[in-house]
């Protein structure tokens, strides 16, 4: 079993001084945790993989191709590979699990 605690997992990221952090990687999936604050820009580009995001805190605006949706604590939005997305109007600091499906790369 691997079992993780989310103020650990942020304290590494903010430790190693970057927006995501993997934590979890196996043969068809893996984890991370993506931080973005008030009023930050989201630089994501599409990724080969199909995603699903959970909020863990914080409020935004994302879009997923032409659909855009509020996602709060306890959001739980699926994008696909390959289409465009990006969260934005973040009024609130964003705490994000991503899985990724298979592996990002």
Do not use: C, W
């Not at 893996?30 to 820009?41: E, Q, R, T």
């Amino acid at each position: 079993m691997k079992a993780f605690r989310l103020d650990e997992l942020e304290a590494e990221r903010a430790a190693n001084e970057g927006a995501y952090l993997q934590f979890l990687r196996e043969r068809n999936m893996s984890v991370g945790l993506y931080a973005l604050g008030a009023g930050d820009h989201d630089p994501q580009n599409p990724h080969q993989q199909d995603e699903v995001y959970f909020v863990v805190s914080g409020r935004a605006s994302l879009t997923v191709g032409m659909e855009t949706t509020q996602v709060a604590r306890g959001s739980v939005v699926y994008v696909p590979a390959g289409v465009a997305h990006k969260f934005h109007h973040i009024t609130e600091d964003l705490r994000v699990l991503v899985v990724f499906s298979p592996p990002e790369s």
